[in-house]
């Protein structure tokens, strides 16, 4: 099969675009959940235009042969990872910036462009896109709106699917395998017909390829940040404040967890001059500007107060609130270099913040796996990532198992089993687990409908 694809592309696409070099098609198989299995793909196509991922689908579904897409691979659910004999296609290569709309706060933009580049682009004329995942610097904005990705500011100001007016995406089912399908609008309200863009938006491939989003903006924050900085002797502290901050009406534009382990690794990586003595910091952002953004301020520190902490203070030093903004970014990658780490992605309401701290300790005590947490703490996002040596079988094991405990405390507590990261393949059993049987046949139906070949990210998302 793996010679009649490579022929059958090669009729209709340039050759340079394909890749058959084991190694590198191996490369492009995987995202960063290194603990979600890897299927052999037959042949990876770096596309760079429309047309060249409209002919890959329709000889795709003509010889039945998967469509893995992917864009930058810095997912962390295993959804981006190749099934065998499938073709991987590479989207990053498709950066244009079509148009950017100032009059009316819209930005028409392929796939592949960086979320980072993106801003920078913007930023010179006065836009802002808000959507900012720790990943920013590297990750796409096709893959941000395929698990429609949140980020430090979501909780003031959303998430993609928030921005997100309309797309183009080949599609198959009743559109026809390889045809292009303009979903959505590009003004500031509609409700023609089903709202098949939110549909797409989270949908991680599964429904078809995107390949144009057409995206809201804003006008570029104007006020000065405040950085709030809290220290806690334990989690459920920092939670209790964070639960405090929502009760009081506060709506900072990031409240991010870090916890002490996770202090630890950044600094003993980049040496950034981290004070890591606390077991919980607490980093608030707030930009309103004027008196009342400092009175905001003052309320997240009197939130914090509440708590208990070592300290609470509106930083005065704008490279330290940089730095420990940096530290928060640079989590995952620190933590990583501990060990395999297998990363959770559950969201719980608010209030249930501290328990359900206090309940990750428990089960990582348990099962005697180290938890390095970090955290969207302000809409409750929360990203413990359990870490193991290298080589250790019984380890690894336990740590699952404290996965899935993990997913059914968070369930438990009414929350969901992944806030931003996407389903994949680490999250399938969860999926099960948190909707209702008949919830999950409407979904099962809604794939039947638009991918009857079940060509589109096949074994992802939804089991059978």
């Known amino acids: 099969m793996s010679e009649q694809l490579l022929e059958a592309l090669g009729r209709e696409i340039p050759t340079d675009r394909l890749v058959t070099d084991v190694d590198v098609v191996a490369s492009l198989s995987a995202d960063d959940a290194e603990w979600a299995p890897v299927g052999k793909a037959a042949v990876a196509l770096r596309a760079r235009t429309e047309q060249e991922v409209a002919d890959a689908v329709r000889i795709c579904a003509d010889l039945r042969v998967p469509v893995v897409p992917r864009g930058a691979g810095t997912g962390l659910s295993g959804g981006a990872n190749a099934v065998d004999g499938c073709l991987v296609l590479d989207l990053s290569r498709m950066t244009a910036v079509k148009e950017v709309d100032a009059d009316n706060l819209v930005a028409v933009v392929e796939p592949g462009i960086v979320n980072d580049d993106l801003k920078a682009i913007l930023r010179e004329q006065g836009l802002w896109y808000p959507p900012d995942p720790a990943s920013a610097p590297w990750s796409t904005i096709g893959g941000n709106v395929a698990t429609n990705a949140g980020g430090l500011c979501c909780v003031k100001y959303g998430v993609t699917r928030d921005y997100v007016l309309g797309m183009r995406a080949v599609m198959g089912g009743p559109a026809g395998y390889g045809n292009v399908v303009r979903l959505g609008r590009r003004t500031a309200k509609g409700v023609a017909g089903y709202d098949l863009t939110a549909l797409m938006v989270g949908s991680e491939g599964t429904l078809g390829v995107v390949t144009e989003v057409t995206l809201r903006l804003r006008p570029a924050?104007?006020?000065?940040?405040?950085?709030?900085?809290?220290?806690?002797?334990?989690?459920?502290?920092?939670?209790?404040?964070?639960?405090?901050?929502?009760?009081?009406?506060?709506?900072?534009?990031?409240?991010?967890?870090?916890?002490?382990?996770?202090?630890?690794?950044?600094?003993?990586?980049?040496?950034?001059?981290?004070?890591?003595?606390?077991?919980?910091?607490?980093?608030?952002?707030?930009?309103?500007?004027?008196?009342?953004?400092?009175?905001?301020?003052?309320?997240?520190?009197?939130?914090?107060?509440?708590?208990?902490?070592?300290?609470?203070?509106?930083?005065?030093?704008?490279?330290?609130?940089?730095?420990?903004?940096?530290?928060?970014?640079?989590?995952?990658?620190?933590?990583?270099?501990?060990?395999?780490?297998?990363?959770?992605?559950?969201?719980?309401?608010?209030?249930?913040?501290?328990?359900?701290?206090?309940?990750?300790?428990?089960?990582?005590?348990?099962?005697?796996?180290?938890?390095?947490?970090?955290a969207h703490a302000g809409d409750g996002n929360l990203h413990p990532l359990l870490i193991t040596p290298v080589g250790d079988d019984a380890a690894r094991a336990a740590a699952q198992e404290a996965f899935e405990e993990i997913i059914d405390a968070a369930l438990r507590l009414g929350g969901t089993v992944t806030g931003e990261h996407g389903v994949g393949l680490l999250k399938m059993d969860g999926l099960r687990r948190e909707l209702d049987p008949l919830s999950l046949a409407v979904q099962h139906g809604i794939k039947s409908a638009l991918d009857p070949l079940n060509i589109f990210n096949p074994g992802k998302v939804l089991t059978a």
């Open 221 to 374: 924050p104007r006020g000065v940040p405040r950085t709030i900085v809290g220290a806690f002797t334990s989690l459920v502290d920092a939670g209790r404040a964070v639960a405090e901050v929502t009760r009081r009406g506060l709506t900072p534009s990031a409240l991010e967890l870090l916890d002490h382990d996770t202090l630890v690794a950044v600094e003993d990586w980049k040496h950034l001059g981290l004070e890591a003595d606390a077991e919980a910091l607490l980093l608030a952002r707030v930009d309103t500007p004027g008196v009342a953004g400092d009175d905001e301020a003052q309320g997240v520190v009197d939130a914090f107060e509440t708590a208990d902490p070592v300290f609470a203070v509106v930083s005065t030093d704008d490279q330290e609130a940089e730095t420990l903004f940096a530290a928060r970014r640079l989590a995952y990658p620190a933590l990583e270099r501990l060990g395999p780490v297998l990363t959770e992605d559950v969201c719980v309401p608010r209030s249930s913040l501290p328990t359900m701290l206090a309940t990750l300790g428990e089960i990582g005590d348990r099962h005697g796996v180290k938890i390095g947490t970090i």
